[in-house]
């Protein structure tokens, strides 16, 4: 017999191999239409926030974190540890830690402020992704997460040094107290954060919470273009960051 | 050779029977975090790593010491270790097997990890760790199976393994520097980001690996008629004295930049792990403990007459790698999170779930390993001249 | 060394276990083809049907791909139509129901796509649709409107100062 025990098992090994490797080469397909930007879309080529906290009142019903949280199915989980947070608020000292000392007067220093995803112009969240399910859409700068392509790692919250980031620990979809038939929710297991309202901007309106906030708090526009909105702002009145010594590049302002 | 692996007597029997419930108990587990999602182990969004994180990196640096038995034999012809290199070797497929089971655990969505190999992605420091892991565990597979498989027919190495194994020698630098690489890479993360990470891992596995061989191979010289010389045995004793010393020193210049720079973002974790912030101090005996079992081995090992005296090594080895295995595999990744980056305090114990699934990836592994060391051994016994 | 019984034995069982999909499953027992509940109203689908039938799959996730990576909103398809490529607008626009259009092809064709994880059918949304999970909604547990953002401040813990 000339089949040794040996030579079956080599044989047997690479068959289960290529028969693997098919799925994974087996793809190419060719769709008839064409695909294009919607006729709305609203166009930047970055996109950037500027928050104006002079002018946020403390006694409004928080319509802007709300308005977030119920247009893109974010959960409630009442269990911090597992929270998911798009749009969320933390004292001035603990939003910019690096910026905050004790004599800062109490009021300055409890202030809250909105946070949300940055979208950094160099985003390290993106960076590290073994999947690249975040990269940044070089088109208008906005940092995505592709949800059907997260594996879960967490490498990007280890990786954001803003906190922006928030892993779908159970099933968020009995956290959801109404959900928004026109987005969808996430599932279990994968990363999740702001968009900048990425599907608000390309049928040409403005992120829900610019549109939810009364007191016009929140400024959104291009910060290549010299007479944007944003840009007039930053321009008029003395503004900072989070965490800029750590060249992130952060597109949210902070008027103070 | 593997038909060895079916013959042993009773108390062979019962080990491998105690590591496979082991198995099946983490298995288990393994099936009601997989049902429930990850809220069942301690990890928050806060402290996203954790104790699975943690254990792979370890066992990486267990894997990747496998240079410190090759290079002596390969590069400076030190016979000695000739015997041990295929335990040294079977140790690291079992560890590497470890660690991605690790990688495996720690994900939200196991069912998708093969978009790791279809996107590659060469600016991720995971995505190398995912290439060099499973690279490294099948060469090491290969030399050992071959190089045991030769000696049994008693003929020399064939060329093609021995440039594996020379392959291997940078390879196991590389894959261990790439898995500091993931931690010394995240801006915002004070305590990680340090240019030392990658040298300190290094070290730090050159010490935990021979440590854990010296163990085995007198565990193994008690349970068979195998035996390993006391020229290897003080061979790896000073490998693993000298690592640990200059893991000390590492530490120490480490401790020197945090403290007298004292930059608050970069202190504050420390500050933590040494004395607690406000209470929280759950991770402070830790720590004392790992900066004590280093100095405590460190002196038990520089006196000649402690460490030719086999009980009295065998003590320090095993304080040696608690100390290690605390400082990378419980303490590192955890640490990093805490303060978190709103200067809070989240702590984070590992859940039972997250212990009992991990008690169970190390059973496997050690699963694997019994198989390999039972050939290993039977083969050895045979051609060894008593 | 090698015990006939044995091996003969063991290859039974082997192909008994390895063969347990076929019969647990009933691969290959005739089933009637399910019946489809097609839009009363919409006669034109996205492409033809034929084209639909066959690869409605690898259209979706051509979709998918272009909206969420390369932020395209609109297709025009081989006849020159537009349509947003947006699953719940467009496809469940029409095809209201999960259950007895999407679900009762896949059920026949035992494929599980892991779609409705994130999406639903809109008109559907309202119910829990993993009725499995049983963890009240936040409003059953007597939280007023607007309390969400309360627990985003208070849930925290205090950290130092
Ligand atoms: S804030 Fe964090 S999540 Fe957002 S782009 Fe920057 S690094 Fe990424
Ligand atoms: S958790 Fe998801 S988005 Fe984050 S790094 Fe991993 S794969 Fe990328």
Same mark, same amino acid.
């Given at each position: 017999?000339?089949?040794?025990?040996?030579?079956?098992?080599?044989a047997?090994?690479?068959?289960?191999?290529?028969?693997?490797?098919?799925?994974?080469?087996?793809?190419?397909?060719?769709l008839?239409?064409?695909?294009?930007l919607?006729?709305?879309?609203?166009?930047?080529?970055?996109w950037?926030m500027?928050?104006?906290?002079?002018?946020?009142?403390?006694?409004?019903?928080?319509?802007c974190?709300?308005?977030?949280?119920?247009i893109?199915?974010?959960?409630?989980?009442?269990?911090?540890?597992?929270?998911?947070?798009?749009?969320?608020l933390?004292?001035?000292?603990n939003?910019?830690?690096?910026?905050?000392?004790r004599?800062?007067?109490?009021?300055?220093?409890e202030?809250?402020?909105?946070?949300?995803?940055?979208?950094?112009?160099?985003?390290?969240?993106?960076?590290?992704?073994p999947?690249?399910?975040?990269?940044?859409?070089?088109?208008d700068?906005?940092?995505?997460i592709?949800?059907?392509?997260c594996i879960?790692?967490r490498?990007?919250?280890?990786?954001?040094p803003?906190?922006s980031?928030?892993?779908?620990?159970?099933d968020?979809?009995?956290?959801?107290?109404?959900?928004?038939?026109?987005?969808?929710?996430?599932?279990r297991?994968?990363v999740?954060?702001?968009?900048?309202?990425?599907?608000?901007?390309?049928?040409?309106?403005?992120?829900?919470?610019?549109?939810?906030?009364?007191?016009?708090?929140?400024?959104?526009?291009?910060?290549?273009?010299?007479?944007?909105?944003?840009?007039?702002?930053?321009?008029?009145?003395?503004?900072?960051?989070?965490k800029?010594?750590?060249g992130?590049?952060?597109?949210?302002?902070?008027?103070? | 050779m593997?038909?060895?692996?079916?013959?042993g007597?009773?108390?062979?029997?019962?080990?491998?029977l105690?590591?496979?419930?082991?198995?099946?108990?983490?298995?288990?587990?393994?099936?009601?975090?997989?049902?429930e999602?990850?809220?069942?182990?301690?990890?928050?969004?806060?402290?996203?790593w954790?104790?699975?994180?943690?254990?792979?990196?370890?066992?990486?640096?267990?894997?990747?010491?496998?240079?410190?038995v090759?290079?002596?034999?390969?590069?400076?012809?030190?016979?000695?270790?000739?015997?041990?290199?295929?335990l040294s070797?079977?140790?690291?497929?079992?560890?590497?097997?470890m660690s991605?089971l690790?990688?495996f655990?720690?994900?939200?969505?196991?069912?998708?990890?093969?978009?790791?190999?279809?996107?590659?992605?060469?600016?991720?420091?995971?995505?190398?760790?995912?290439?060099?892991?499973?690279?490294?565990?099948v060469?090491?597979?290969?030399i050992?199976?071959?190089?045991?498989?030769?000696?049994?027919?008693?003929?020399?190495?064939?060329?093609?393994?021995?440039?594996?194994?020379?392959?291997?020698?940078?390879?196991?630098?590389?894959?261990?520097?790439?898995?500091?690489?993931?931690?010394?890479?995240?801006?915002?993360?004070?305590?990680?980001?340090?240019a030392?990470?990658?040298?300190?891992f290094?070290?730090?596995?050159?010490?935990?690996g021979?440590?854990?061989?010296?163990i085995?191979?007198?565990?193994?010289?008690?349970?068979?008629?195998?035996?390993v010389?006391?020229?290897?045995?003080?061979?790896?004793?000073?490998?693993?004295?000298?690592?640990?010393?200059?893991?000390a020193?590492?530490?120490?210049?480490?401790?020197f930049?945090?403290?007298?720079?004292?930059?608050?973002?970069?202190?504050?974790?420390?500050?933590?792990?040494?004395?607690?912030?406000?209470?929280?101090?759950?991770?402070?005996?830790?720590?004392?403990?790992?900066?004590?079992?280093?100095?405590?081995?460190?002196?038990?090992?520089?006196?000649?007459?402690?460490?030719?005296?086999?009980?009295?090594?065998?003590?320090?080895?095993?304080?040696?790698?608690?100390?290690?295995w605390?400082?990378?595999?419980?303490?590192l990744?955890?640490?990093?999170?805490?303060?978190?980056?709103?200067?809070?305090i989240?702590?984070?114990p590992?859940?039972?779930?997250?212990?009992?699934?991990?008690?169970g990836?190390?059973?496997?592994?050690?699963?694997?390993?019994?198989?390999?060391?039972?050939v290993?051994?039977?083969?050895?016994?045979?051609?060894?001249d008593? | 060394?090698? !015990?006939?019984?044995?091996?003969?034995?063991?290859?039974?069982i082997?192909?008994?276990?390895?063969a347990?999909?076929?019969y647990?499953?009933?691969?290959?027992?005739?089933?009637?083809?399910?019946?489809?509940?097609?839009?009363a109203?919409?006669?034109?689908?996205?492409?033809?049907?034929?084209?639909?039938?066959? !690869?409605?799959?690898r259209?979706?996730?051509a979709?998918?791909?272009?909206?969420v990576?390369d932020?395209l909103?609109?297709?025009?398809?081989?006849k020159g139509?537009?349509?947003?490529? !947006?699953?719940?607008k467009?496809?469940?626009g029409?095809?209201?129901?999960?259950?007895?259009?999407? !679900?009762?092809?896949?059920?026949?064709n035992?494929?599980?796509?892991p779609?409705?994880?994130?999406?639903?059918?809109?008109s559907e949304?309202?119910?829990?649709?993993?009725?499995?999970v049983?963890?009240?909604?936040p409003?059953?547990?007597?939280?007023?409107?607007?309390?969400?953002?309360?627990v985003?401040?208070?849930n925290?813990?205090?950290?130092?100062?």
């Open positions: 017999m000339t089949l040794t025990r040996r030579k079956f098992l080599k047997a090994a690479t068959s289960a191999l290529s028969v693997m490797a098919v799925p994974c080469i087996s793809q190419g397909f060719e008839e239409g064409r695909m294009s919607g006729p709305k879309a609203l166009k930047a080529r970055r950037a500027v928050v104006d906290m002079n002018k946020c009142r403390d006694d409004c019903a928080d319509d974190l709300i308005a977030c949280h119920e893109h199915n974010v959960p409630y989980i009442p269990k911090a540890e597992h929270e998911v947070m798009w749009l969320f933390e004292p001035y000292e939003a910019f830690p690096e910026r905050s000392h004599f800062l007067s109490k009021r300055v220093r202030k809250e402020f909105f946070l949300m995803c940055n979208h950094c112009e160099d985003p390290p969240c993106a960076r590290v992704c999947t690249q399910a975040t990269f940044k859409r070089e088109k700068g906005i940092v995505m592709d949800y059907h392509r879960g790692c490498f990007c919250m280890a990786a954001c803003y906190g980031r928030s892993f779908n620990f159970r968020p979809r009995p956290f959801i107290k109404k959900i928004n038939p026109e987005f969808p929710t996430r599932r297991g994968v999740e954060k702001c968009n900048f309202c990425q599907e608000l901007l390309e049928v040409g309106r403005m992120p829900a919470c610019v549109e939810a906030c009364k007191e016009g708090v929140l400024t959104f526009g291009d910060l290549e273009d010299p007479t944007s909105a944003v840009r007039t702002l930053l321009s008029e009145k003395p503004h900072i960051r989070r800029p010594d750590l992130t590049g952060p597109s949210v302002f902070y008027i103070v | 593997l038909e060895k692996v079916f013959h007597g009773k108390g062979y029997w019962v080990w491998v105690a590591l496979a419930a082991g198995v099946g108990i983490g298995l288990m587990a393994y099936l009601y975090q997989l049902r999602g990850m809220w069942v182990t301690g990890m928050s969004r806060d402290v996203s954790g104790f699975y994180i943690s254990q792979f990196t370890f066992l990486v640096g267990v894997a990747a010491s496998v240079l410190m090759v290079l002596p034999l390969y590069l400076h012809d030190f016979k000695a270790f000739a015997r041990i290199t295929a070797q079977f140790l690291a497929v079992g560890t590497l097997l991605l690790f990688i655990s720690d994900v939200g969505m196991p069912m998708r990890i093969l978009n790791v190999p279809l996107n590659p992605t060469p600016h991720s420091m995971l995505f190398y760790d995912t290439v060099f892991l499973p690279g490294f565990m060469i090491n597979l290969i050992g199976w071959t190089a045991i498989g030769a000696e049994k027919r008693e003929v020399p190495l064939q060329w093609w393994v021995k440039g594996l194994i020379y392959l291997s020698m940078p390879w196991a630098v590389v894959m261990h520097t790439v898995t500091a690489f993931i931690y010394a890479g995240t801006p915002g993360r004070g305590f990680w980001m340090t030392i990470m990658a040298p300190r290094l070290v730090t596995a050159f010490a935990a021979p440590a854990l061989l010296i085995l191979c007198t565990a193994i010289k008690t349970l068979t008629h195998f035996v010389t006391e020229r290897a045995i003080q061979k790896l004793v000073t490998i693993m004295l000298y690592a640990l010393i200059i893991d020193f590492f530490l120490g210049v480490e401790y930049t945090v403290f007298y720079a004292d930059i608050p973002e970069y202190t504050e974790t420390f500050q933590y792990l040494f004395l607690g912030i406000d209470g929280d101090c759950a991770l402070v005996p830790w720590t004392w403990c790992m900066n004590l079992a280093l100095l405590v081995a460190i002196g038990l090992l520089v006196i000649p007459g402690a460490r030719s005296n086999r009980p009295v090594l065998i003590a320090a080895c095993i304080i040696a790698l608690i100390g290690l605390i400082d990378k595999g419980y303490v990744v955890p640490a990093a999170f805490i303060p978190n980056v709103f200067g809070r989240m702590e984070y590992p859940s039972w779930v997250e212990l009992t699934i991990s008690l990836i190390y059973a496997l592994g050690t699963l694997i390993i019994t198989a390999l060391y039972k290993v051994i039977s083969v050895k016994e045979e051609t060894q008593l | 060394m090698f !015990n006939k019984g044995w091996v003969i034995g063991g290859i039974i082997f192909v008994a276990v390895a347990f999909p076929f647990w499953y009933q691969v290959g027992r005739d089933k009637p083809f399910p019946e489809l509940e097609l839009p109203k919409e006669k034109r689908c996205v492409e033809s049907v034929d084209f639909m039938r066959a !690869n409605h799959m259209l979706l996730d979709w998918r791909i272009a909206v990576r932020d909103l609109i297709y025009t398809s081989a139509e537009n349509f947003e490529m !947006n699953l719940h467009t496809c469940m029409c095809h209201t129901s999960r259950d007895r259009f999407c !679900n009762r092809c896949h059920d026949y035992n494929v599980v796509p779609c409705w994880d994130c999406h639903f059918a809109p949304a309202v119910k829990d649709q993993r009725p499995e049983g963890v009240q909604p409003a059953q547990r007597g939280l007023r409107p607007g309390a969400r953002s309360e985003i401040r208070v925290r813990k205090g950290g130092k100062s």
